[in-house]
């Protein structure tokens, strides 16, 4: 817990040199977010219309898609090759795949002056804040929303090619300088085959009837693919300098997911000040990707072994470790619902549980889950007595209280495992992480965690 990361303190400070050296309206930042931010989180499920086990279905299809979506983006060449200097016909390659969006939480803020609502994806997978922009748009996917036109509000205004935001943004700053505007283009893809093009530039966001911050720098996108779960666009809650958390400059924040199976109540978010835990929570460092700046969005975590009941699990420690270039690993992330493990993890994970479940195992191929339980005759699938979980981090055991573990389909009469199988990386997902109250210490660099009920926070 005490070991210095010198790396990213390195790069801390040259965030908070560059913080210093942006245009004047970041200084109106910090001030108020001194009081700390609160936002509520709504389940994309809970806006729809699904149930039961279609729910489950589509959590692990997303899950699955996301987790290859994350890889692809950890895993992607340096040199972007999507980039569309066409002018109007778009990314030239296989990206013409469309797939939604497939991160999990929404968040209802408002951009512009007179302020304009948006509701966008949360994304702790990367960084860039954006929403579909009428600058016009050429091509916009549907909203139910309003567009937003820079045209009208207030306080728009563009970003230059040589600020400094404009700089981090990850393709190279020859493509976006010498286009025939002055303005900072941009293109930003996500893994999953979305993708979104326009220009930087900055505006007021109102999150709460209290809290408007002036100048956030965003992308005002005027050729989207993909799309969205009833969103407008994306809020980045990455490591990187263009995220929201960097932006704003707070030195944390947290969130705590109400259960899976709970879709009314919203799950709260805290920023700034008002993220604090209890002296009891544990804590875990994050670590950085060795391969580099653009591989570090990502909360990595440092994961040494599970145990199930009593039994520490046989898996190999460097499955969970990140190679000197940057692959595998395992990361936090409140886009991906069921937790993914590295193949060689699943598989052991799964046979121990399967051991020690006393109950006939059933098909989850309906749910997209691959180890499932019949309930007991005549009684409830949670009586399909799955044994205590503990993930064992650097420097902090989370034990898994068995709702996080276990998904039902109480129609069916079947218990599943809620975790599903990855190649490449893991990822730490949503289900697992309900009920826990989260604080992502951006300034220590550490992950710390406490049991909580979400809904009374
Ligand atoms: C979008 O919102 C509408 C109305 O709020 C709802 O009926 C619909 O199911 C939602 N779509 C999705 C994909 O969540
Ligand atoms: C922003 O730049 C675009 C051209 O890229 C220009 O049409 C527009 O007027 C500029 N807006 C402001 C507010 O400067
Ligand atoms: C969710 O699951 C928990 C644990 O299995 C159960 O106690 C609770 O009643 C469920 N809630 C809903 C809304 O189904």
């Not at 609160?38 to 994309?44: F, G, I, K, M």
């Not at 549907?142 to 040589?162: D, V």
């Not at 395992?330 to 121990?352: K, M, N, P």
């Amino acid at each position: 817990m005490t070991r210095p990361i010198v790396p990213s303190l390195m790069a801390s400070k040259r965030w908070l040199l560059l913080c210093l050296l942006l245009p004047l309206p970041f200084f109106a930042v910090p001030s108020i977010t001194g009081r700390g931010i609160r936002l509520e989180l709504t389940h994309v499920d809970a806006r729809g219309s699904l149930a039961g086990a279609d729910r489950v279905r589509r959590a692990a299809e997303r899950s699955h898609r996301r987790v290859n979506g994350l890889l692809a983006a950890a895993t992607a060449p340096s040199a972007p090759t999507l980039r569309s200097d066409d002018g109007g016909g778009g990314p030239v390659t296989a990206a013409a795949a469309v797939h939604a969006s497939t991160a999990t939480y929404l968040v209802d803020l408002a951009i512009g002056t007179p302020p304009l609502a948006l509701t966008a994806v949360l994304d702790t997978g990367s960084d860039l804040i954006w929403t579909q922009c009428d600058a016009p748009c050429r091509r916009c996917f549907p909203q139910p929303a309003p567009l937003y036109a820079p045209a009208r509000s207030a306080t728009y205004a563009n970003l230059s090619c040589g600020s400094k935001l404009c700089e981090a943004l990850p393709s190279p700053r020859s493509s976006r300088c010498s286009a025939p505007e002055p303005g900072c283009a941009y293109y930003y893809s996500y893994g999953d085959g979305s993708s979104t093009d326009g220009v930087l530039a900055t505006d007021a966001f109102t999150f709460s009837a209290a809290a408007t911050v002036h100048g956030l720098a965003f992308g005002c996108g005027t050729d989207n693919l993909g799309g969205t779960d009833n969103s407008s666009g994306l809020v980045g809650m990455g490591r990187g300098p263009l995220s929201l958390v960097s932006q704003l400059g707070v030195t944390r924040f947290s969130y705590c997911f109400t259960p899976f199976n709970d879709t009314t109540t919203s799950s709260p978010l805290f920023l700034g000040s008002s993220a604090r835990l209890s002296p009891a929570a544990k804590s875990t460092p994050f670590l950085l990707n060795p391969a580099g700046p653009r591989r570090s969005s990502y909360y990595y975590l440092s994961l040494e072994g599970i145990t199930i009941g009593d039994t520490l699990l046989p898996i190999d420690p460097a499955v969970f470790q990140l190679t000197a270039s940057g692959r595998g690993g395992i990361i936090i992330d409140s886009g991906t619902t069921f937790t993914a493990l590295e193949e060689r993890a699943f598989v052991v994970l799964a046979r121990a549980v399967a051991a020690r479940v006393a109950r006939p195992l059933a098909s989850g191929a309906h749910l997209g889950l691959s180890l499932c339980f019949a309930a007991p005759e005549g009684r409830a699938p949670d009586a399909v007595g799955v044994p205590r979980l503990v993930l064992h981090f650097d420097g902090a055991d989370m034990e898994l209280p068995r709702a996080s573990v276990v998904v039902e389909d109480k129609v069916a009469g079947v218990a599943c495992l809620g975790v599903v199988s990855a190649r490449g990386m893991s990822v730490l997902g949503s289900m697992q992480q309900q009920n826990m109250h989260f604080l992502y210490d951006i300034e220590r660099d550490l992950l710390s965690f406490e049991p909580a009920k979400c809904s009374d926070l």
